[in-house]
């Protein structure tokens, strides 16, 4: 699904370019749980925007469900964003002027799907982690929780293929985490391909296969024994 | 389209304060410009109405004493022009439009019920009230070809002359009045602004009716014209008196013999004054139209930096480069168009106003009427401003397609 062959980053910062990502080799299968770990600084946010296409790389190769990624253009990442990917952010990055349901129907807006489909969908997404009674609430009425599940069913409504999490617990409480991390992993269990970066070993142990980054590179992946949710 | 709409009627509406600030820059830009169109044009109205029947393009061409020697002939003969030279005019000149003779008697008196006017008595064909199209008549009609025809003894006065003959009120269409003593009735009463108002002190009988009554042996006083559209009057002037003069012999140099006069030349000193005051207006108005425009320039930018992160989110999302540009452009474009629309509406609407009220009231403003505004400028007025609209966001668009989503994400 995903093949990673010695991918470089550099960030300019003043004068001295930054060398963030030093040859990361990775494969990551369809279907499969995968969380990312490292210290801060390690890179290991620089290669998840890399894998959602979000940002841009210096050097290697990137293929993506059997696309080269490096050889697209702007508008066909767009697309190749809104159709394999789903993006859960840790700061939830939800439009405050749209309320939950508008929010969860934006890909679907920008696959041309029409308004009566795209709001069948979102109901039926928001009903999914739980929302079917926040609907109509705009971000600012939910709680920290409640805003990572409309960012999850957003995710989701347009059936991406990898589901990209950027420390998606980051900024809730205990009980919260606990909470998404289950529903992240039943809808793993529906077939997608959840890639989570996360510097919570709780929330990384959960997955099936933990990859350690360190200085820009990887320095372990390690499978996991399966834990019940 | 309408998901297009209603996504830009939410951003709109989530930043209140700036789209109506936008707008109002727009709005005031067409405002300002479409007032200072029509205060124009009603001032160059009133200017015009005030030639009367001196319509733009007629010249009028009249004969005297001769003030050179020519061809064996000493000066101050009198040269007297005829119904031979209208022809030869029609026929050999080109360029001419309308031509008619007339005769004319200053000082005539006229009498009704014991009361006494003077006048300038003109004879004319029916030719002459088409040369002479914009003469208002408030009661009756013009005289006729069946006036003319049949050599009736009928008169319109300038109502000048009527104020001075009859009661106020009174309505003089019908009446009998004496012309130098002979009977004529009324078939219409004109007002008649031109030659500074004096024509409205003249009265106009058929040429035939003149001739009959008066004598003058088929000679005529003046031969007024009007060139074919797009004809140079004063060449055409030239071309008429040259003809003239040569029919006649009198010296090309003889300045008294064929005398001529053209409104081509007032006009030409009105429409100049008016091309100044016109290209103060638009410098004035182009000037409100820039502020507005610089404006919705800056605006455009702010909003684009204010939603960078909001471009990033949809941009991560799935939005495609041209769909960020096209709304982005959308909606400056339709604030732009229905602020302007807005602007031209009220300002068309303040001059209607204006206009209603003069009419209504009888009011009379010196050198100002009909206050209005050249539909198409306007239309092309708002055009300029949305389509700088468009080029004012179309840079921050741009600017916002072109970074990736994660570096707008990552704006605050």
């Given at each position: 699904m995903i093949k990673l062959r010695d991918i470089h980053k550099y960030y300019q910062t003043g004068n001295q370019p930054l060398h963030v990502l030093k040859g990361v080799d990775l494969d990551i299968r369809e279907g499969e749980l995968v969380s990312i770990m490292g210290s801060s600084g390690s890179g290991k946010s620089t290669l998840l925007n890399i894998l959602g296409v979000l940002d841009s790389y210096d050097r290697g190769s990137y293929e993506l469900a059997g696309?080269?990624?490096?050889?697209?253009?702007?508008?066909?990442?767009?697309?190749?964003?809104?159709?394999?990917?789903?993006?859960?952010?840790?700061?939830?990055?939800?439009?405050?002027?749209?309320?939950?349901?508008?929010?969860?129907?934006?890909?679907?807006?920008?696959?041309?799907?029409?308004?009566?489909?795209?709001?069948?969908?979102?109901?039926?997404?928001?009903?999914?982690?739980?929302?079917?009674?926040?609907?109509?609430?705009?971000?600012?009425?939910?709680?920290?929780?409640?805003?990572?599940?409309?960012?999850?069913?957003?995710?989701?409504?347009?059936?991406?293929?990898?589901?990209?999490?950027?420390?998606?617990?980051?900024?809730?409480?205990?009980?919260?985490?606990?909470?998404?991390?289950?529903?992240?992993?039943?809808?793993?269990?529906?077939?997608?391909?959840?890639?989570?970066?996360?510097?919570?070993?709780?929330?990384?142990?959960?997955?099936?296969?933990?990859?350690?980054?360190?200085?820009?590179v990887v320095t372990s992946s390690q499978t996991l024994e399966p834990v019940s949710a | 389209m309408l998901d297009g709409l209603q996504e830009i009627w939410f951003t709109l509406r989530q930043n209140k304060l700036r789209t109506l600030l936008t707008a109002?820059?727009?709005?005031?830009?067409?405002?300002?410009?479409?007032?200072?169109?029509?205060?124009?044009?009603?001032?160059?109205?009133?200017?015009?109405?005030?030639?009367?029947?001196?319509?733009?393009?007629?010249?009028?061409?009249?004969?005297?004493?001769?003030?050179?020697?020519?061809?064996?002939?000493?000066?101050?003969?009198?040269?007297?022009?005829?119904?031979?030279?209208v022809e030869a005019v029609r026929q050999q000149v080109n360029g001419v439009r309308m031509i008619s003779g007339s005769r004319r008697m200053g000082d005539a008196s006229v009498s009704y019920n014991g009361k006494n006017s003077n006048t300038d008595l003109i004879g004319i064909p029916d030719?002459?009230?088409?040369?002479?199209?914009?003469?208002?008549?408030?009661?009756?009609?013009?005289?006729?070809?069946?006036?003319?025809?049949?050599?009736?003894?009928?008169?319109?006065?300038?109502?000048?002359?009527?104020?001075?003959?009859?009661?106020?009120?009174?309505?003089?269409?019908?009446?009998?009045?004496?012309?130098?003593?002979?009977?004529?009735?009324?078939?219409?009463?004109?007002?008649?602004?031109?030659?500074?108002?004096?024509?409205?002190?003249?009265?106009?009988?058929?040429?035939?009716?003149?001739?009959?009554?008066?004598?003058?042996?088929?000679?005529?006083?003046?031969?007024?014209?009007?060139p074919e559209p797009g004809v140079d009057g004063f060449e055409l002037e030239k071309n008429v008196v040259a003809l003239l003069k040569r029919r006649h012999d009198v010296a090309p140099e003889d300045k008294r013999g064929i005398n001529s006069f053209n409104m081509a030349e007032p006009m030409q000193r009105v429409n100049g004054l008016f091309t100044g005051i016109n290209v103060f207006i638009w410098f004035v108005g182009l000037g409100t139209l820039t502020a507005g425009i610089v404006g919705i320039s800056n605006i455009m930018i702010i909003t684009v930096k204010e939603r960078t992160r909001e471009i990033g989110i949809r941009k991560a999302l799935g939005a495609t480069p041209f769909k960020i540009i096209s709304t982005l452009l959308l909606e400056s474009t339709l604030v732009t168009a229905i602020a302007g629309y807005v602007g031209l509406v009220v300002g068309v609407g303040l001059l209607e106003l204006i206009a209603f009220g003069l009419r209504s009231t009888g009011a009379k403003m010196p050198y100002f009427m009909n206050p209005d505004v050249n539909f198409q400028v306007a239309m092309t007025a708002i055009a300029l401003l949305v389509g700088v609209g468009v080029i004012a966001g179309l840079m921050p668009a741009l600017r916002a397609a072109k970074i990736t989503p994660i570096e707008a994400m990552r704006a605050e």
């Open positions: 696309q080269q990624v490096g050889k697209l253009g702007e508008t066909e990442a767009a697309r190749l964003r809104n159709k394999l990917l789903g993006f859960v952010f840790q700061s939830f990055n939800l439009l405050p002027f749209k309320n939950a349901a508008e929010n969860v129907a934006l890909p679907l807006y920008y696959q041309g799907v029409g308004r009566k489909e795209r709001n069948y969908r979102a109901e039926k997404f928001l009903d999914m982690v739980g929302l079917s009674d926040r609907t109509t609430f705009m971000p600012n009425q939910l709680s920290g929780g409640q805003k990572q599940r409309v960012a999850i069913a957003r995710a989701l409504v347009a059936n991406p293929k990898v589901i990209l999490a950027d420390e998606p617990t980051g900024q809730l409480d205990s009980q919260s985490t606990l909470d998404i991390i289950a529903l992240l992993k039943d809808i793993h269990r529906r077939g997608n391909t959840m890639i989570i970066v996360t510097h919570e070993p709780d929330v990384a142990n959960q997955t099936e296969r933990k990859i350690i980054l360190k200085d820009g | 109002f820059g727009v709005f005031w830009g067409i405002f300002m410009l479409i007032l200072l169109l029509g205060f124009g044009r009603g001032m160059q109205n009133g200017v015009y109405d005030d030639f009367g029947s001196d319509v733009m393009d007629f010249m009028i061409v009249w004969s005297g004493d001769t003030s050179v020697p020519y061809h064996g002939m000493g000066l101050g003969r009198k040269i007297r022009l005829d119904e031979s030279d030719e002459y009230f088409r040369i002479k199209e914009d003469i208002p008549f408030n009661y009756g009609r013009k005289t006729n070809p069946f006036d003319e025809d049949e050599i009736r003894k009928v008169v319109a006065l300038g109502d000048t002359v009527v104020e001075r003959l009859f009661a106020k009120g009174e309505d003089p269409v019908g009446k009998d009045v004496r012309i130098k003593d002979v009977v004529f009735k009324v078939t219409g009463v004109f007002h008649d602004k031109g030659q500074r108002g004096r024509a409205s002190e003249w009265a106009y009988i058929p040429q035939s009716t003149y001739e009959k009554v008066y004598g003058g042996g088929g000679k005529l006083d003046n031969i007024t014209l009007r």
